[in-house]
Nanobody
């Protein structure tokens, strides 16, 4: 079984910064893709930033030049550095990964979510 554990959410004023972390644990053979989604109240879940299966990085247009995704492969951890935060960034942020487990089966896994609130 593979689990994703997120941390780093909280309350911040507009213009401030936060760093989210997501660590994958369990019977992991490889991680094919990993990244962050968010869901604001009354809205659909949307991609924020992710490492794709091909190894490239994808950013949603609203966060380009403000957010940076990075990873530590040795720790199976991905980070999201969020700068110049805006009230519209307020959402629950979810970590997502496509993982191949020790049985060589592929799974899509979601974290429990971490709340980011940006006050104006």
């Amino acid at each position: 079984q593979v689990q994703l554990v997120e941390s780093g959410g909280g309350l911040v004023q507009a213009g401030g910064s936060l760093r989210l972390s997501c660590a994958a644990s369990g019977s992991i053979f490889s991680i094919n893709a990993m990244g962050w989604f968010r869901q604001a109240p009354g809205k659909q879940r949307e991609l924020v930033a992710a490492f794709t299966n091909g190894g490239s990085i994808k950013y949603a247009d609203p966060v380009k030049d403000r957010f940076t995704i990075s990873r530590d492969n040795a720790k199976n951890t991905v980070y999201l550095q969020m700068n110049s935060l805006r009230p519209e960034d307020t959402a629950v942020y979810y970590c997502n990964a496509v993982v191949r487990d020790s049985g060589l089966l592929y799974f899509e896994v979601w974290g429990q979510g971490t709340l980011v609130t940006v006050s104006s």
